[in-house]
Every structure is written in C-alpha cells, then in structure tokens.
C-alpha cells in the first residue's frame, strides 16, 4: 500500500517568510517517484518537480527547493521569500513503478498575505 | 500546444440525471487519468488507461460510475444515475508513455453541482 501524509492543512505566513511544507510517504517497493504539484486559486494543477527513489540529490529551482530524505521517508518543498502569487494549495504524490497512477496527499493550503 | 481539455467545465443537474464528462488528451499521450477532487477526501484516483485499455478501476466508487477511451484521443466519465454526493471537481490528466514515470499533465476539471 501507498500513501502519502501531509500533516499541514493549512500555513499562512506573510510575504518574504520562508515556508516549509512538509510531506511523509509510506511505500513497500524499491522504486518509486515522488512528485509536488500546485494548485492555484484557479483550480488547475500545475506540475513542480519529480524525484525518483534512487536521487536522494536536493533541487533548487529559483525560490523553490525540495528536500528528499528516504531515512526519514520525507520529500519536503521550501518555498524562499515567499510571495502573494505563491498562495495556492501544494500537493505531494508518490507513484510506485512506472506506468503507475499518482497517490496524492490531501494537500497543504499556503496563504501568504502582504 | 494545446493541453489536455476538459468539458464541461461547469455542470449543474438535479438527482437522477445522467451526466458525462469528456476529455481530451494531449496528443500522443498514452496514458489517461480520471480523477475526483472533494474537500473531504481530496484528490482520489477514479481509473486510469494505458493504450486505451482500461488498467485500475479500482477507484470507481460503485456501478454508477464508468468509463470509456474508445480511441488514443478521447475519453468519457459518465455518471448514472447522479446523486448529491456526486458534486465534485472531475480532473482528467494524461502521461505521455503508458510506462512511463513522468508526470501527470492535468485538465482544468469539470465542476459538477447535483441538487
């Protein structure tokens, strides 16, 4: 079985606070694929980043950073000098194999206010 | 390129009704994802096609519920008869190889309201 935790419903910060989401997964196979994706206000799902089980390597892209740690199970996204845009609801997904369905977290709510 | 379409986008039907929602992959995707979105139990995996074929339907939540990709372009949801507890956001996301492990590229959803 598979399943992925994220224990915070909901963070506000206000703009330029660093923020950290965190995310918890449970798999029994080897290999697998973690994933975070965005959700606007606008209700679409926009892809962020993909990590398989085998690059335990950190990601930096711009004010976005991604911490994978399989000793703890946690894949965990910082978001640097947050900002008004960057409110929208974050979800973390796990995907076990190839060709397989993504299980998602219930997803993390962010506000960040002015 | 367009992206993976959805409609409708909005749909409101009393109990009973039948509804459908379509989607339309990205071209030369061969992968194809229904998901349901509520806020009581988030983002649920309803049944996904590899190559048009049908691979977990695990997540259909009961025999009202089913779904077709009679072609590599085109898929249905369709709901019959709806009830109230059926209101949701319906996602449709496509993966470009059926055995693949890249990401899901989603839909913008299909809101549907049952009175």
């Known amino acids: 079985a598979q399943k992925v935790t994220q224990a915070q419903t909901e963070i506000s910060v206000v703009e330029k606070e660093d923020v950290t989401l965190d995310c918890v997964y449970e798999t029994r196979d080897t290999t697998y694929y973690l994933f975070w994706y965005k959700q606007p206000p606008s209700g679409e799902l926009v892809f962020l980043i993909r990590?398989?089980?085998?690059?335990?390597q950190n990601e930096i892209s711009g004010r976005y950073s991604w911490n994978f740690q399989k000793s703890t199970s946690s894949f965990n996204f910082t978001i640097t000098a947050s900002q008004v845009v960057d409110s929208a609801v974050y979800f973390c997904a796990l995907s076990a194999n190839s060709g397989y369905a993504l299980n998602f977290g219930k997803g993390t709510s962010l506000l960040v206010t002015p | 390129d367009a992206g993976v379409i959805q409609s409708p986008r909005h749909e409101v039907t009393e109990m009973g009704q039948e509804v459908t929602l379509r989607c339309k992959p990205i071209?030369?995707?061969?992968?194809l994802f229904w998901y349901r979105q509520t806020m009581m139990r988030g983002l649920e995996l309803l049944i996904y096609f590899n190559n048009n074929v049908p691979i977990d339907d695990s997540g259909m939540p009961e025999d009202r519920f089913s779904a077709k990709m009679p072609n590599a372009s085109f898929s249905t949801l369709k709901i019959q008869p709806s009830e109230p507890r059926d209101s949701a956001v319906y996602f449709c996301?496509?993966?470009?190889?059926?055995?693949?492990?890249?990401?899901?590229?989603f839909g913008e959803g299909s809101r549907l309201t049952v009175l």
């Open positions: 996301a496509s993966r470009l190889l059926a055995g693949d492990t890249g990401e899901l590229f």
């Open positions: 071209s030369g995707h061969n992968s």
């Open positions: 990590r398989n089980s085998f690059d335990e």
